[in-house]
């Protein structure tokens, strides 16, 4: 019987994903728009690195928004 993978499974593999995409995808010009909005949101409103808008174009929106929706 397969199991159904929980939100908390779901959302590791989009953290990986995350931690890939910036590793091997994210051109320097992407890496310097994070850290600017990185600068300016974290903290604020609760908002952390997985918050940037600029991951959706390469992973989608992590799972804890989806499942919000």
Known sequence: ?????????E???WYEKMIHVYNNILSEDEKKELEAWEKEYTGKDNLATSDW???QKHIGLPPWKLHAN
Do not use: V
Not at 1 to 9: F, G, K, T
């Open 53 to 55: 808008p600029g991951w």
């Open 1 to 9: 019987m397969d199991r159904i993978p929980s939100l908390s499974d």
């Open 11 to 13: 959302s590791m593999k």
